[in-house]
Protein backbone atom coordinates (compact mmCIF):
# COMPACT_ATOMS: atom_id res chain seq x y z
CA UNK A 1 0.00 0.00 0.00
CA UNK A 2 2.62 2.28 0.92
CA UNK A 3 6.37 1.92 -0.53
CA UNK A 4 9.13 4.51 0.93
CA UNK A 5 12.45 4.63 -1.17
CA UNK A 6 16.07 6.12 -0.02
CA UNK A 7 13.62 9.45 1.21
CA UNK A 8 15.53 11.83 2.28
CA UNK A 9 14.83 15.47 4.17
CA UNK A 10 17.10 18.01 5.33
CA UNK A 11 16.09 20.52 7.41
CA UNK A 12 18.46 23.52 6.61
CA UNK A 13 22.05 21.92 7.34
CA UNK A 14 20.69 19.34 9.87
CA UNK A 15 19.86 15.66 7.69
CA UNK A 16 16.55 14.39 9.09
CA UNK A 17 16.20 11.26 7.19
CA UNK A 18 19.27 9.98 5.74
CA UNK A 19 17.98 6.70 3.54
CA UNK A 20 14.51 5.57 5.20
CA UNK A 21 13.35 2.65 3.18
CA UNK A 22 10.30 0.53 3.92
CA UNK A 23 7.28 -1.19 2.47
CA UNK A 24 3.75 -0.85 4.37
CA UNK A 25 1.07 -3.60 3.61
CA UNK A 26 -2.65 -3.18 3.42
CA UNK A 27 -4.35 -3.87 6.64
CA UNK A 28 -0.66 -3.88 8.89
CA UNK A 29 -0.56 -1.96 11.83
CA UNK A 30 2.94 -0.59 12.22
CA UNK A 31 4.26 1.05 15.06
CA UNK A 32 7.35 3.49 15.14
CA UNK A 33 9.42 3.81 17.94
CA UNK A 34 12.57 5.54 18.66
CA UNK A 35 14.68 8.74 20.57
CA UNK A 36 13.38 11.59 20.29
CA UNK A 37 14.85 13.47 17.25
CA UNK A 38 15.51 10.67 15.40
CA UNK A 39 12.67 12.07 12.93
CA UNK A 40 9.66 10.41 13.22
CA UNK A 41 7.09 12.93 13.05
CA UNK A 42 9.30 14.17 10.06
CA UNK A 43 8.66 10.42 8.56
CA UNK A 44 5.06 10.70 8.73
CA UNK A 45 4.57 14.39 7.59
CA UNK A 46 6.51 13.89 4.53
CA UNK A 47 3.86 10.65 4.29
CA UNK A 48 0.96 12.82 3.60
CA UNK A 49 3.52 15.84 2.80
CA UNK A 50 2.98 18.11 5.35
CA UNK A 51 6.44 18.26 4.67
CA UNK A 52 8.28 17.75 1.13
CA UNK A 53 10.99 15.25 1.39
CA UNK A 54 14.14 16.34 -0.44
CA UNK A 55 14.62 13.28 -2.63
CA UNK A 56 13.53 9.43 -2.62
CA UNK A 57 10.21 8.20 -3.79
CA UNK A 58 6.54 7.65 -1.93
CA UNK A 59 4.56 5.11 -3.53
CA UNK A 60 1.00 4.68 -2.63
CA UNK A 61 -0.98 2.27 -4.18
CA UNK A 62 1.89 2.20 -6.94
CA UNK A 63 1.06 5.94 -7.47
CA UNK A 64 3.92 8.07 -6.69
CA UNK A 65 3.38 10.65 -4.70
CA UNK A 66 6.18 13.08 -5.61
CA UNK A 67 5.73 12.68 -9.37
CA UNK A 68 4.54 16.04 -11.25
CA UNK A 69 1.22 15.57 -12.23
CA UNK A 70 -0.05 13.08 -9.09
CA UNK A 71 -3.49 14.08 -7.12
CA UNK A 72 -1.97 15.03 -4.18
CA UNK A 73 -5.32 16.48 -2.84
CA UNK A 74 -7.05 12.86 -3.45
CA UNK A 75 -3.72 11.03 -1.99
CA UNK A 76 -3.84 12.32 0.99
CA UNK A 77 -7.60 12.65 1.51
CA UNK A 78 -7.14 8.53 1.34
CA UNK A 79 -4.28 9.44 4.97
CA UNK A 80 -6.00 10.47 8.09
CA UNK A 81 -3.94 11.81 10.62
CA UNK A 82 -4.47 12.34 14.06
CA UNK A 83 -1.80 14.95 16.09
CA UNK A 84 -0.60 14.68 19.53
CA UNK A 85 -2.28 18.22 20.16
CA UNK A 86 -5.70 17.51 18.44
CA UNK A 87 -5.64 19.94 16.30
CA UNK A 88 -9.85 20.46 16.89
CA UNK A 89 -11.47 23.46 16.00
CA UNK A 90 -12.27 25.27 19.32
CA UNK A 91 -14.98 27.48 17.89
CA UNK A 92 -16.97 24.23 16.15
CA UNK A 93 -18.89 21.41 18.32
CA UNK A 94 -18.12 18.08 18.37
CA UNK A 95 -20.34 17.15 15.44
CA UNK A 96 -19.39 20.27 13.46
CA UNK A 97 -15.75 19.11 13.92
CA UNK A 98 -16.34 15.57 12.12
CA UNK A 99 -18.68 17.01 9.45
CA UNK A 100 -17.05 19.95 8.15
CA UNK A 101 -14.40 17.87 5.79
CA UNK A 102 -16.96 15.12 4.75
CA UNK A 103 -18.96 18.04 3.89
CA UNK A 104 -16.86 20.08 1.70
CA UNK A 105 -14.08 17.48 0.60
CA UNK A 106 -16.36 14.76 -0.19
CA UNK A 107 -19.19 16.78 -0.57
CA UNK A 108 -21.77 14.87 1.64
CA UNK A 109 -25.06 16.14 2.25
CA UNK A 110 -25.39 17.25 5.94
CA UNK A 111 -28.17 14.61 6.49
CA UNK A 112 -25.38 12.25 6.03
CA UNK A 113 -22.29 13.87 7.11
CA UNK A 114 -24.18 13.70 10.24
CA UNK A 115 -25.55 9.99 10.40
CA UNK A 116 -22.23 8.99 9.68
CA UNK A 117 -20.42 11.31 12.50
CA UNK A 118 -23.29 10.14 15.00
CA UNK A 119 -21.84 6.32 14.15
CA UNK A 120 -18.00 7.45 14.86
CA UNK A 121 -18.74 8.74 17.96
CA UNK A 122 -20.91 5.85 18.93
CA UNK A 123 -17.24 3.96 18.17
CA UNK A 124 -14.97 6.29 20.16
CA UNK A 125 -17.89 6.59 23.37
CA UNK A 126 -18.69 9.97 22.81
CA UNK A 127 -22.26 9.74 21.24
CA UNK A 128 -23.40 11.85 24.04
CA UNK A 129 -20.93 15.09 23.10
CA UNK A 130 -22.19 15.25 19.61
CA UNK A 131 -22.87 19.07 20.87
CA UNK A 132 -20.38 20.15 23.14
CA UNK A 133 -17.32 22.38 22.45
CA UNK A 134 -13.93 20.83 22.70
CA UNK A 135 -13.37 22.98 25.49
CA UNK A 136 -15.69 21.30 27.42
CA UNK A 137 -14.28 18.03 27.12
CA UNK A 138 -11.13 16.17 28.72
CA UNK A 139 -7.42 15.59 26.69
CA UNK A 140 -8.58 12.28 26.79
CA UNK A 141 -11.89 12.72 24.94
CA UNK A 142 -10.94 15.42 22.57
CA UNK A 143 -8.09 12.82 20.89
CA UNK A 144 -10.63 10.38 20.75
CA UNK A 145 -12.61 13.23 18.79
CA UNK A 146 -9.88 13.97 16.83
CA UNK A 147 -9.74 9.88 15.54
CA UNK A 148 -13.32 10.25 14.92
CA UNK A 149 -12.36 12.59 12.79
CA UNK A 150 -9.77 11.41 10.76
CA UNK A 151 -12.11 8.42 10.43
CA UNK A 152 -15.28 10.40 8.94
CA UNK A 153 -13.47 10.83 5.65
CA UNK A 154 -13.00 7.58 5.42
CA UNK A 155 -9.73 7.09 5.12
CA UNK A 156 -7.61 3.71 3.47
CA UNK A 157 -4.54 4.83 5.87
CA UNK A 158 -4.46 6.43 9.13
CA UNK A 159 -1.40 7.81 10.72
CA UNK A 160 -0.92 8.94 14.27
CA UNK A 161 1.64 11.06 16.02
CA UNK A 162 2.28 10.43 19.51
CA UNK A 163 -1.57 10.29 19.80
CA UNK A 164 -1.24 10.17 23.63
CA UNK A 165 2.29 11.73 24.85
CA UNK A 166 0.55 15.16 25.22
CA UNK A 167 -2.30 13.79 28.13
CA UNK A 168 -2.80 13.47 31.37
CA UNK A 169 -1.63 9.61 32.23
CA UNK A 170 -5.18 8.77 33.37
CA UNK A 171 -6.32 9.55 29.92
CA UNK A 172 -3.65 7.46 28.01
CA UNK A 173 -5.55 4.01 28.03
CA UNK A 174 -9.03 5.22 26.61
CA UNK A 175 -6.98 6.94 23.45
CA UNK A 176 -5.01 3.52 23.05
CA UNK A 177 -8.18 0.95 23.45
CA UNK A 178 -10.02 3.30 21.00
CA UNK A 179 -6.73 2.73 18.73
CA UNK A 180 -6.69 -0.98 19.51
CA UNK A 181 -10.23 -1.61 18.38
CA UNK A 182 -9.93 0.80 15.16
CA UNK A 183 -6.77 -1.91 14.83
CA UNK A 184 -8.88 -4.68 14.37
CA UNK A 185 -11.41 -3.38 11.90
CA UNK A 186 -8.37 -3.87 8.98
CA UNK A 187 -7.76 -0.29 8.10
CA UNK A 188 -4.18 -0.33 8.12
CA UNK A 189 -2.21 2.23 10.67
CA UNK A 190 1.63 3.54 11.30
CA UNK A 191 1.56 4.85 14.92
CA UNK A 192 4.25 6.79 16.51
CA UNK A 193 4.45 6.14 20.25
CA UNK A 194 6.42 5.69 23.26
CA UNK A 195 3.84 3.41 24.62
CA UNK A 196 6.26 0.36 24.32
CA UNK A 197 3.29 -1.84 26.01
CA UNK A 198 0.96 -1.01 23.79
CA UNK A 199 2.99 -1.18 20.64
CA UNK A 200 3.84 -4.46 21.42
CA UNK A 201 0.25 -5.52 21.80
CA UNK A 202 -1.12 -3.73 18.68
CA UNK A 203 1.86 -4.01 16.29
CA UNK A 204 1.92 -6.48 13.12
CA UNK A 205 5.40 -5.01 13.12
CA UNK A 206 7.65 -2.30 14.50
CA UNK A 207 10.20 0.11 13.07
CA UNK A 208 12.54 1.47 15.69
CA UNK A 209 14.26 4.79 13.54
CA UNK A 210 17.89 5.85 14.18
CA UNK A 211 20.89 7.71 12.53
CA UNK A 212 17.94 8.82 9.88
CA UNK A 213 16.93 5.66 8.70
CA UNK A 214 14.47 2.29 9.97
CA UNK A 215 17.47 1.20 11.67
CA UNK A 216 15.92 -2.10 13.11
CA UNK A 217 12.13 -3.29 12.10
CA UNK A 218 10.61 -6.91 12.74
CA UNK A 219 7.85 -8.40 14.70
CA UNK A 220 6.90 -6.77 18.22
CA UNK A 221 8.18 -10.26 19.93
CA UNK A 222 11.61 -9.75 17.63
CA UNK A 223 12.16 -6.01 18.24
CA UNK A 224 11.54 -6.35 21.87
CA UNK A 225 12.18 -9.56 23.05
CA UNK A 226 15.45 -10.29 21.01
CA UNK A 227 16.64 -6.64 19.21
CA UNK A 228 19.97 -7.34 17.21
CA UNK A 229 21.25 -4.00 16.56
CA UNK A 230 23.34 -2.42 19.66
CA UNK A 231 20.87 1.05 19.35
CA UNK A 232 17.60 -0.96 18.94
CA UNK A 233 19.02 -3.04 22.48
CA UNK A 234 20.11 0.34 24.22
CA UNK A 235 16.49 1.60 23.05
CA UNK A 236 14.86 -1.28 24.33
CA UNK A 237 16.47 -2.37 27.49
CA UNK A 238 16.85 0.81 28.77
CA UNK A 239 20.31 0.85 28.70
CA UNK A 240 23.43 4.16 28.33
CA UNK A 241 25.26 1.79 26.35
CA UNK A 242 29.04 2.45 24.49
CA UNK A 243 29.32 0.48 21.21
CA UNK A 244 32.34 -0.24 19.72
CA UNK A 245 33.29 -2.21 16.49
CA UNK A 246 36.44 -3.79 17.34
CA UNK A 247 39.74 -5.47 15.22
CA UNK A 248 42.78 -6.28 16.81
CA UNK A 249 45.37 -4.76 14.32
CA UNK A 250 43.49 -0.89 15.35
CA UNK A 251 42.55 -1.89 18.68
CA UNK A 252 42.40 1.93 20.16
CA UNK A 253 42.42 1.77 24.01
CA UNK A 254 42.95 5.33 24.51
CA UNK A 255 39.53 5.74 22.47
CA UNK A 256 37.52 3.21 24.81
CA UNK A 257 39.26 4.16 28.03
CA UNK A 258 37.99 8.03 27.70
CA UNK A 259 34.13 6.78 26.49
CA UNK A 260 34.24 4.09 29.17
CA UNK A 261 34.84 7.31 31.70
CA UNK A 262 32.48 9.35 30.29
CA UNK A 263 29.79 6.46 31.06
CA UNK A 264 31.21 5.55 34.33
CA UNK A 265 30.97 8.92 35.24
CA UNK A 266 27.78 9.96 33.80
CA UNK A 267 26.21 7.17 36.57
CA UNK A 268 28.46 8.54 39.60
CA UNK A 269 30.50 4.83 39.35
CA UNK A 270 32.48 5.16 42.50
CA UNK A 271 35.98 4.63 41.97
CA UNK A 272 36.55 0.69 43.21
CA UNK A 273 33.76 0.17 40.73
CA UNK A 274 35.72 1.63 37.89
CA UNK A 275 38.71 -0.61 38.75
CA UNK A 276 36.76 -3.74 39.24
CA UNK A 277 34.97 -3.10 35.86
CA UNK A 278 39.08 -2.03 34.00
CA UNK A 279 40.26 -4.78 35.62
CA UNK A 280 37.67 -7.94 34.37
CA UNK A 281 37.31 -5.82 31.02
CA UNK A 282 41.30 -5.79 30.04
CA UNK A 283 41.65 -9.56 31.02
CA UNK A 284 38.58 -10.86 29.38
CA UNK A 285 39.45 -9.07 25.53
CA UNK A 286 43.39 -9.74 26.27
CA UNK A 287 42.89 -13.45 27.85
CA UNK A 288 39.58 -15.01 26.55
CA UNK A 289 38.18 -13.16 23.45
CA UNK A 290 40.75 -12.06 21.14
CA UNK A 291 42.90 -15.52 21.22
CA UNK A 292 39.72 -16.59 19.54
CA UNK A 293 39.31 -13.79 17.49
CA UNK A 294 40.00 -10.86 15.05
CA UNK A 295 37.30 -8.79 14.99
CA UNK A 296 34.54 -8.13 17.99
CA UNK A 297 31.79 -5.66 18.78
CA UNK A 298 31.44 -4.56 22.41
CA UNK A 299 28.97 -3.04 24.36
CA UNK A 300 29.06 -1.11 27.40
CA UNK A 301 26.54 -0.06 29.44
CA UNK A 302 24.66 0.81 32.50
CA UNK A 303 21.10 -0.28 32.89
CA UNK A 304 18.93 3.19 33.64
CA UNK A 305 16.66 1.03 35.49
CA UNK A 306 18.48 -0.98 37.94
CA UNK A 307 22.06 0.69 37.89
CA UNK A 308 23.68 -2.79 36.83
CA UNK A 309 26.80 -2.54 34.75
CA UNK A 310 28.19 -4.76 32.06
CA UNK A 311 29.67 -5.31 28.94
CA UNK A 312 29.31 -8.00 25.99
CA UNK A 313 31.58 -8.94 23.34
CA UNK A 314 29.82 -10.63 20.36
CA UNK A 315 32.10 -12.15 17.72
CA UNK A 316 31.50 -13.87 14.30
CA UNK A 317 33.02 -17.60 14.01
CA UNK A 318 32.04 -20.74 15.62
CA UNK A 319 34.41 -21.27 18.80
CA UNK A 320 34.59 -23.24 21.93
CA UNK A 321 33.78 -21.55 25.24
CA UNK A 322 36.43 -19.60 25.83
CA UNK A 323 36.19 -19.44 29.63
CA UNK A 324 37.22 -22.96 29.71
CA UNK A 325 40.67 -22.66 28.36
CA UNK A 326 41.86 -20.24 30.56
CA UNK A 327 40.64 -21.52 34.33
CA UNK A 328 42.76 -18.95 35.87
CA UNK A 329 41.57 -15.99 34.11
CA UNK A 330 38.18 -17.07 34.49
CA UNK A 331 38.41 -17.28 38.32
CA UNK A 332 39.60 -13.69 38.13
CA UNK A 333 36.89 -12.51 36.45
CA UNK A 334 33.75 -14.74 38.36
CA UNK A 335 35.36 -13.34 41.44
CA UNK A 336 35.15 -9.59 40.20
CA UNK A 337 31.84 -9.54 38.27
CA UNK A 338 28.68 -11.03 39.38
CA UNK A 339 28.44 -13.28 36.58
CA UNK A 340 30.57 -14.23 33.25
CA UNK A 341 28.33 -16.67 30.59
CA UNK A 342 29.44 -17.59 27.25
CA UNK A 343 26.44 -17.95 24.88
CA UNK A 344 25.43 -17.70 21.62
CA UNK A 345 23.29 -14.82 19.75
CA UNK A 346 19.98 -15.93 18.10
CA UNK A 347 22.02 -15.49 14.80
CA UNK A 348 24.43 -18.01 15.95
CA UNK A 349 27.71 -15.64 17.13
CA UNK A 350 29.47 -16.38 20.33
CA UNK A 351 28.94 -13.86 22.79
CA UNK A 352 30.32 -13.16 26.20
CA UNK A 353 28.91 -10.85 28.71
CA UNK A 354 29.75 -9.62 31.98
CA UNK A 355 27.70 -8.39 34.27
CA UNK A 356 28.62 -6.09 37.88
CA UNK A 357 26.46 -5.28 40.47
CA UNK A 358 25.95 -1.35 40.56
CA UNK A 359 26.76 -1.44 44.50
CA UNK A 360 29.73 -4.00 43.98
P1 LIG B 1 10.82 12.91 16.37
O1 LIG B 1 9.39 12.99 15.96
O2 LIG B 1 11.46 11.58 16.14
O3 LIG B 1 11.04 13.36 17.78
P2 LIG B 1 11.13 15.06 14.48
O4 LIG B 1 10.79 14.46 13.17
O5 LIG B 1 10.09 15.89 15.14
O6 LIG B 1 11.65 13.93 15.46
O7 LIG B 1 12.41 15.98 14.33
C1 LIG B 1 13.64 15.49 13.88
C2 LIG B 1 14.64 16.63 13.86
O8 LIG B 1 14.26 17.58 12.90
C3 LIG B 1 14.75 17.38 15.17
O9 LIG B 1 16.10 17.69 15.38
C4 LIG B 1 13.92 18.61 14.96
O10 LIG B 1 14.40 19.68 15.74
C5 LIG B 1 14.13 18.86 13.48
N1 LIG B 1 12.98 19.52 12.83
C6 LIG B 1 11.73 19.01 12.75
N2 LIG B 1 10.91 19.85 12.07
C7 LIG B 1 11.66 20.91 11.73
C8 LIG B 1 11.41 22.13 10.99
N3 LIG B 1 10.21 22.38 10.49
N4 LIG B 1 12.44 22.98 10.83
C9 LIG B 1 13.66 22.70 11.34
N5 LIG B 1 13.97 21.60 12.01
C10 LIG B 1 12.99 20.71 12.22
MG1 LIG C 1 7.73 13.57 17.02
Not at 155 to 182: G, H, R
Not at 245 to 259: G, K, N, P
Not at 291 to 310: A, C, F, H, Q, R
Amino acid sequence: MIEIRHLKKNFGTLTVLKDVNAVIRKGEIVSIIGPSGTGKSTLLRCLNLLEYPDAGEILVNGVPLLAPHTDIPAIRRKMGMVFQHFNLFPHLTVLENITIAPRKLLRRSAAEAKKKALELLKTVGLENKAFALPSELSGGQQQRIAIARALAMEPEIILFDEPTSALDPTMVDEVLSVISELAKTGITMIIVTHEMRFARNVSSRVFFMEEGCVYEEGTPQQIFESPKRPKTIAFIKRIDMEYFALAREDFDEVHIRSRARALADRHHLSEEQREKFRGVFISTLRDVVFPVTEKIDLYMGVSKTNGMLGFAAIWDGKTADPFTRVPEVTRYILENSRSATFSYTEDGRPEVKVLFDRQS
